[in-house]
């Protein structure tokens, strides 16, 4: 009997057959079609704005084409780099802001980190009294508008030998004059900085100290070693990886803030390269904008590099077992009450000391007059308090800058948690393969861009048609779009961390019973994640109502939002109105984190961590 060999044609046939049947189900799977979208909406629009603002730096501009003969809009220069690099005005214009930044953003962010680090011990690993509630208060300062913050920071230390001789409380309670570099400068923009960003810090260390098995250290001191050097020796190599994401989230988030620079150094001509940015934007100097907004990208990358680096370099540690147990090891003695009063005090003067601050401004007839008899409500109510103004509730410029926030927030509330709801199921669904990790990291990449270099971006992009969008400068769409892929990042956590939390099981039984993907998404996936969805919707509106240093690129008179608004009348010297638009913005702000941390059951790391930063 001879045995009959499969010929060639039969051995490509059958190999081709199962290529292409390989290929159809990969190309069907709802997971793959969908990361494969995915992928390029988010090329289109993060990764292609961030390449297009670094080429536009190389880019003649059309108010620069001009000054070169037989050269147009358009060309390639190395002008705008010269210029900033290597001019007689690169000290000024380029060099001096980015010291500034640098300077600014290290200080800040050692003094959050000692603060955070330093509270989160006091709390998780002493027998300091109130510790829940100094846990509570150290949150609010991070949920405020950083430029609130500043705001409250003028009203408390501004005396009266100042331009507009105007007492601060401090003068007025004390008498004190506090000196002019307490007032406004690098100083004050680091301390006030550091009150906003502490909470990172605290929220990592915290949990990193809860998991440092005391029998550790307890092993340690019976073999006579010092607290101190248990702590440098054991504690804090554990919980350091830890404090680089806590260096990474503070460094980046606060790289490129706005607010504070703007409202605390102007007025002592000092300048960061995002409030030098802005200046360039608003004088149509968009070349040099560019070339600013570039390096704060890169800076921004950088960062969160070098911390890939140093967290991949470091060894492991187990520290959660069967055994051992976690516990307060250290006893502050007779310091126990001292100490928790001080923490106390401290988290109250950062959280609530701002908004009582900027509510009490708010109500004074004479700026500096803290008596009774000063107290109106004429800057809330009143029919004419200025030349051009009236009370914020009665202003149409506020009604229409509360609209066009309402809507802004609700827009891209609605986006992300559709986005969100996507994204997380891509992520969570193909963990630990290539197409998730490319969705994952392409999903991340908006957060490692400051927010005002990201508003110049899209301004820059958008200003003309685009591929399939149209122009979109001036309109309510651009901050809409520009606000949805800023917090794409916040929306990736929400929808990740849901999606883990539903099992794959229910999705393959609505499959086996014939139910399409949209059925199982819309009757099944959706519902049980509801909750998840509606806190990130919450957290989103909260986050997009505070942002300053993102929409001040972008509005225009008919789409200006309420911190802009705000941001305008302290800039015409309405310093009431301003303070009672922060009122109004820190209220949205309060009642809707509160109501996102009941929707996630009482876990403040996960809803103060996606609601993200307002400076």
């Known amino acids: ?46 990764l292609y704005p961030v390449v297009e603002l670094v080429v536009q730096s190389f880019q003649l501009q059309g108010r620069d084409a001009i000054r070169f003969r037989g050269q147009s809009a358009g060309d390639w220069t190395l002008y705008y780099w010269q210029r900033a690099l290597a001019s007689q005005l690169s000290q000024r214009i380029f060099v001096r802001p980015l010291i500034n930044t640098l ?51 003028i009203t408390f230390f501004r005396h009266d030998g100042q331009l507009h001789g105007i007492k601060g409380m401090l003068q007025s309670l004390t008498g004190i004059q506090v000196p002019e570099w307490l007032v406004y400068g690098p100083v004050p923009i680091i301390i006030v900085l550091a009150m906003n960003y502490f909470a990172y810090t605290y929220l990592l260390a915290s949990a990193a100290f809860a998991t440092v098995d005391s029998s550790l250290e307890e092993a340690a001191e019976i073999h006579g070693a010092s607290r101190g050097y248990i702590l440098r020796r054991i504690t804090m190599p554990i919980i350091l990886p830890a404090l680089a994401s806590a260096f990474v989230l503070t460094f980046a988030s606060g790289l490129g803030t706005f607010g504070v620079p703007a409202y605390l150094g102007r007025p002592a001509n000092f300048e960061v390269m995002s409030t030098y940015l802005y200046g360039n934007m608003q ?28 967290l991949g370099a470091r060894r492991q540690f187990t520290t959660m077992t069967g055994k051992g147990t976690r516990k307060k090891v250290t006893s502050l003695g007779v310091w126990r009450y001292p100490i928790g009063v001080l923490a106390v005090l401290f988290t109250a003067f950062a959280g609530l000391l701002p908004i009582c601050l900027l509510v009490l401004q708010s109500l004074q007839k004479r700026l500096g007059d803290y008596s009774l008899s000063n107290l109106t409500l004429d800057y809330w109510i009143g029919k004419q308090v200025d030349v051009v103004y009236k009370g914020v509730l009665l202003e149409p410029r506020v009604m229409k800058a509360a609209l066009n926030t309402t809507i802004l927030g609700l827009s891209v509330g609605a986006i992300s948690v559709i986005g969100g709801l996507l994204l997380g199921y891509v992520i969570a669904r193909g963990r630990g393969t290539r197409l998730s990790r490319i969705v994952e990291q392409l999903s991340f990449l908006p957060y490692i861009v400051p927010g005002v270099a990201f508003g110049a971006m899209y301004l820059s992009i958008w200003a003309v048609p685009r591929g399939p969008l149209p122009a979109l400068y001036g309109s309510l769409a651009l901050l809409i779009l520009a606000s949805a892929v800023k917090r794409m990042p916040y929306a990736a956590r929400t929808g990740i961390s849901t999606m883990l939390q539903i099992g794959n099981e229910l999705e393959e039984a609505a499959t086996i019973h014939g139910a399409s993907w949209f059925t199982t998404v819309r009757r099944i996936l959706a519902p049980l994640a509801r909750h998840g969805l509606f806190a990130g919707f919450i957290l989103t509106f909260v986050g997009v109502s505070k942002d300053l240093s993102l929409v001040v690129m972008l509005v225009s008179a008919r789409t200006e939002v309420l911190p802009v608004t705000a941001f305008g009348y302290a800039d015409a010297g309405v310093d009431q109105l301003s303070y009672a638009v922060a009122v109004i913005i820190i209220v949205i702000v309060l009642l809707g984190t509160a109501l996102a941390k009941k929707l996630t059951k009482g876990d403040p790391m996960e809803a103060f961590k996606n609601a993200g930063g307002g400076g």
């Open 1 to 46: 009997m001879v045995s009959e060999t499969p010929s060639a044609t039969t051995i490509r046939s059958s190999n081709f057959r199962a290529f292409y049947n390989l290929a159809v189900r990969y190309l069907t799977t709802p997971r793959i079609v969908l990361g494969w979208i995915l992928v390029i909406l988010l090329l289109y629009l993060v």
């Open 103 to 153: 300077i600014i953003s290290s200080g800040y962010t050692a003094l959050a980190m000692l603060i955070g680090t330093v509270l989160a011990w006091l709390v998780v690993r002493t027998d300091m009294p109130w510790g829940k509630l100094v846990g509570s208060l150290a949150m609010i300062p991070y949920i405020l508008p950083s430029w609130t913050l500043g705001l409250s920071w």
């Open 283 to 310: 004088l149509g100097r968009t070349g040099d904008a560019y070339v600013l907004a570039t390096v704060l990208i890169i800076l921004a990358a950088i960062t969160v590099y070098l911390n890939s680096l140093i």
